[in-house]
T-cell receptor, first 117, second 110 residues
Framework: DAGVIQSPRHEVTEMGQEVTLRCKPI?????LFWYRQTMMRGLELLIY????????DSGMPEDRFSAKMPNASFSTLKIQPSEPRDSAVYFC???????????????FGPGTRLTVL | QKEVEQNSGPLSVPEGAIASLNCTYS??????FFWYRQYSGKSPELIMF????GDKEDGRFTAQLNKASQYVSLLIRDSQPSDSATYLC??????????FGTGTRLTVIP
C-alpha cells in the first residue's frame, strides 16, 4: 500500500497567487481530512469528507480556502488568493470506518510545506 | 468546545530511562484515544490507540487511560535517542474526527 500521497511536497508562491494542494487517500478509506500545522497553533483540522461529501468545514479559516473531493481517490485544497499567514505545512489524512472502533485511526500523508512570500 | 491539553515540554530524559507523557481531555463522551509520534519535518505516525480504562502495552510503549479523570498517558520504557520526537495526543470527537493536542517534545539524551 502506497499510503496517503500528497503533492506537491513543497510550494513557494507569492502573495495573491492561487495555490492548489492535492491528496490521494489510501484505497478503501471512507474518510479524508485536511489539516494545517504551524508552530503557534499546532495541528488544526480544516475540513473532512465522508464518502466524498464534506461533513465539517468549520475549520476552514475563511472564504479564500476551498476543498473538493470529486471522487474517492482524489481531493484538492485551494487557497485563492494566498497570503503570507497561510504559510504552514498542510497534511492530508484518511481513515477507514467499518463500524469497528479500531478502524478510526487516521493515516497521514507526508504533507505539503507552503511558503507564501 | 472539545479540548486536548498536553505539556509542551521539552521533556528531557536520559537514555534508558522511562519517559512519561501526559494528556487531559475535556469531553467526557470521548471513546477512543490515540498517540502519534512526529519527527521533525515529518508527518504524524500512529504509535498506539486505547479504548478501555487501564493499561495497554506494545513493546516499549504503554498507554494508560483513566476515563473518570479524563486522563491518558504514554510511557516509553528504555528510552532511546531515536525516540526523540514530538508526541501528539488525539481524542476521538465523533464520526472519525480527532482532536489533537499541541504535542510534547521529547529529547532522549545519550
Amino acid at each position: 500500500d502506497a499510503g496517503v500521497i500528497q503533492s506537491p511536497r513543497h510550494e513557494v508562491t507569492e502573495m495573491g497567487q492561487e495555490v492548489t494542494l492535492r491528496c490521494k487517500p489510501i484505497s478503501g478509506h471512507d474518510y479524508l481530512f485536511w489539516y494545517r500545522q504551524t508552530m503557534m497553533r499546532g495541528l488544526e483540522l480544516l475540513i473532512y469528507f465522508n464518502n466524498n461529501v464534506p461533513i465539517d468545514d468549520s475549520g476552514m479559516p475563511e472564504d479564500r480556502f476551498s476543498a473538493k473531493m470529486p471522487n474517492a481517490s482524489f481531493s484538492t485544497l485551494k487557497i485563492q488568493p494566498s497570503e503570507p499567514r497561510d504559510s504552514a505545512v498542510y497534511f492530508c489524512a484518511s481513515s477507514f470506518k467499518a463500524g469497528s472502533v479500531s478502524t478510526d485511526t487516521q493515516y497521514f500523508g507526508p504533507g505539503t510545506r507552503l511558503t507564501v512570500l | 468546545q472539545k479540548e486536548v491539553e498536553q505539556n509542551s515540554g521539552p521533556l528531557s530524559v536520559p537514555e534508558g530511562a522511562i519517559a512519561s507523557l501526559n494528556c487531559t481531555y475535556s469531553d467526557r463522551g470521548s471513546q477512543s484515544f490515540f498517540w502519534y509520534r512526529q519527527y521533525s519535518g515529518k508527518s504524524p505516525e500512529l504509535i498506539m490507540f486505547i479504548y478501555s480504562n487501564g493499561d495497554k502495552e506494545d513493546g516499549r510503549f504503554t498507554a494508560q487511560l483513566n476515563k473518570a479523570s479524563q486522563y491518558v498517558s504514554l510511557l516509553i520504557r528504555d528510552s532511546q535517542p531515536s525516540d526523540s520526537a514530538t508526541y501528539l495526543c488525539a481524542v476521538n470527537a465523533g464520526a472519525n474526527n480527532l482532536f489533537f493536542g499541541t504535542g510534547t517534545r521529547l529529547t532522549v539524551i545519550p
